[in-house]
């Protein structure tokens, strides 16, 4: 016989695969405790978690939860990253992949309500962007948000790539992640650990992530490189290299799947 709380994650999971579906998108739902997010995050993430609950804080720390879905993307918005027009990168064609980051992000926040209003809680919405004018160092994000791959890792939705992004079995990194907090009792499977092995597809992809560990900060370097994107005419501060070479070129291509 089934537990309460296995009757409500599997009703969660269906309203969620439901909702995707109506939507005409692909994506992963699962569950983490609010505790092992808290505890994963940066300092500066974990107040701005704290600020979030608000007065609930202390019952989601004891008993809460936080709910993690993902939206995918399209084959082709990952594969018009970083394409050649004869001898020129085709900027334009890059641009569509910006497009569908901002088209995936309304879709996660329009989800994301769909969850805290059908089950009671609080939507966090997808990593901001658009922000170049106002951050001086990518450190400058990272109080703006919590890290919905912290939250995805812990409900064990994938593993932390060597690229730094959260590798799901079936999607690669070409999925994009928010979060609904509650105060539902629910299971966490918790961390996966990493399957990247001697995989290095991101690393050939990426000089900044190939050099991480000479570098001051590398995601300070992949910061710069995108403004240099949007100078360019991608329009968001996107590059996605290191996520089209872990899709088409990393030891599970064959394994990954988009539509």
């Keep these: 016989m089934k537990t309460m709380t296995q009757v409500l994650e599997e009703t969660i999971r269906a309203f969620v695969e439901d909702y995707l579906d109506r939507i005409s998108c692909k994506g992963v ?42 939206i995918a993307y399209h084959d082709a918005a990952i594969d018009a990253i970083n394409k050649n027009s004869g001898n020129e990168t085709d ?21 994301s309500q769909a969850i805290a209003d059908r089950f009671g809680g609080i939507p966090v919405t997808a990593t901001l962007h658009a922000l170049s004018d106002k951050i001086n160092h990518v450190t400058d994000y990272y109080g703006l948000t919590i890290s ?11 593993w932390r790539g060597k690229n730094g992004l959260l590798i799901n079995e079936k999607f690669s990194c070409a999925i994009r992640f928010a979060s609904v907090i509650t105060t539902l009792p629910l299971a966490s499977p918790g961390k996966t650990g990493s ?65």
């Design 91 to 111: 900027y334009e064609l890059w641009n569509f992949y910006s497009k569908e980051y901002d088209r995936l992000n309304s879709l996660l926040n329009q989800t």
């Design 195 to 259: 399957l990247c092995g001697t995989c290095h597809a991101c690393e050939d992809a990426c000089t900044f992530i190939k050099n991480r560990e000479a570098l001051p900060d590398y995601r300070e370097n992949c910061r710069r490189y995108l403004i240099h994107l949007q100078s360019k005419g991608v329009e968001n501060e996107v590059c996605g290299k290191c996520i089209q070479a872990c899709y088409r070129d990393s030891i599970f291509n064959e394994q990954f799947t988009l539509e």
């Design 29 to 70: 739902v699962g569950f983490a405790r609010f505790k092992d997010v808290h505890d994963s995050l940066m300092p500066i993430q974990k107040e701005r978690l704290e600020r979030i609950a608000s007065e609930k804080f202390d019952e989601l720390l004891d008993s809460g939860s936080i709910i993690s879905f993902g």
């Design 148 to 158: 919905h791959r912290v939250v995805a890792e812990m409900a064990g939705l994938g």
